[in-house]
């Protein structure tokens, strides 16, 4: 992965501005003061879906710890699915700490793809907070298949996958299938992932994948049943950009200990590296927060401190299972690393994603 080459064009005009705080902002984060102030954190998607939910339940938690405890309200600006509100961001936001962008997977994913309608770079926002998720493939107990370690009974074999598009966040599945070696055949027009284990379900679909939150409650009882057999899950990344197992299920393989299951050596090359950069970015590091470019270091510190501190707070703990679960949120330091992970991708592989699209899928980009 390429490293990320922040851009300093302009600190100078941005530290100006970030003297309509109601203390002009010296060195130390603590010095920064919002009191009587209003955040607004911008979500590129309509009020209810998952950016919007996950925002609006860190936001008294940010306001809480925010020096001066200032008011966070969310501001939706859906369209384009996720690049209208986030390139209104990029061209309007002010760097003075009173803007804040929150992102998903399917908004990095033009980005790293090269979408000509993204007129965002990521490398010009600072992160402050990175969440992850989870997800685990899954196939029928028909197959045969007791678990991953008797993944080569699969070749030669045709699966089918019910997916939401071929540049929707399935496409970290669809490269995930393609790296294994898998034959997988998609078959588009799922409306989302619960669309897709409905098919499943009814045996016309004979390879599924399903977020954390889904799986363990919608898939669990069919594994339970004896109808459904795990593979592997996508994993984390640790704070070195290494591919741990999932916390939510420690008992299963990730991607790559399943590949040397099946091929008896670890993942490399073009088509690995593809799917390394689509997995961190709608995964492992899903959901970034991030302040526009230019904003003075001392508010981007408040901010992560403000951010660990939320959660570290026993209320926020108690409450995030079901928005959070098990997973650690980036703070800190190490939301730098895995940012970066999730927003960069070496050219040869985006072009290779590229290519692959269009060859297979009749998918245009340009």
């Keep these: 992965m390429q490293a990320i080459t922040r851009r300093l064009k302009g600190a100078v005009a941005a530290a100006l501005t970030a003297a309509s705080l109601t203390v002009a902002a ?12 209003t955040i607004e954190w911008w979500i590129p998607f309509s009020e209810g879906g998952g950016s919007d939910v996950w925002a609006r339940f860190f936001a008294p938690y940010l306001a809480k710890h925010l020096p001066g405890n ?18 209104e961001f990029a061209a309007r936001a002010r760097p003075n700490g009173l803007q804040l962008l929150g992102t998903s997977g399917s908004t990095q ?14 490398a010009d926002f600072e992160p402050v907070l990175v969440s992850p998720t989870g997800g685990v493939v899954y196939i029928p107990a028909s197959m045969g298949i007791a678990d ?77 049943a004896g109808t459904a057999v795990p593979l592997f899950s996508y994993g984390v990344l640790d704070a070195e ?23 008896g050596e670890a993942p490399s090359g073009v088509a690995f590296d593809a799917y390394m950069a689509f997995f961190s970015s709608g995964f492992a590091a899903q959901k970034p927060a991030m302040l526009p470019n230019g904003t003075p270091e001392n508010i981007v510190q408040a901010y992560r401190d403000a951010f660990t501190a939320a959660v570290a707070d026993p209320d926020l703990i108690a409450a995030s299972g079901e928005v959070l679960g098990e997973y ?8 730098v690393r895995l940012y970066e992970v999730a927003t960069t991708i070496d050219p040869e592989a985006r072009e290779w994603v590229r290519t692959y699209l269009s060859e297979n899928h009749s998918v245009m980009l340009d």
């Design 70 to 87: 200032p008011n966070v309200i969310i501001r939706n600006v859906p369209g384009g699915g996720s690049i209208t509100g986030t390139n």
């Design 109 to 122: 994913f033009p980005f790293l793809l090269g979408d000509t309608r993204v007129r965002y770079d990521y």
């Design 148 to 224: 991953a370690s008797e993944l080569g009974q699969l070749d030669g074999q045709e699966l089918v996958y019910a997916s939401q598009g071929a540049t929707s966040l399935d496409l970290v599945p669809m490269l995930a299938f393609e790296v294994m070696g898998l034959n997988v055949r998609h078959v588009f027009g799922m409306t989302g992932r619960g669309d897709g284990r409905l098919a499943f379900e009814r045996g016309e679909a004979t390879i599924d994948y399903q977020t954390s939150s889904a799986y363990l409650t919608n898939v669990v009882p069919l594994v339970e």
């Design 328 to 335: 650690d949120q980036a703070v800190g330091d190490e939301v």
């Design 241 to 263: 950009g290494n591919v741990q197992r999932d916390p939510s299920f420690p008992e299963i393989p990730h991607f790559i200990e399943a590949y040397e299951m099946m091929h």
């Design 26 to 37: 010296p060195a130390a984060a603590q010095d920064v003061d919002f009191a009587g102030r």
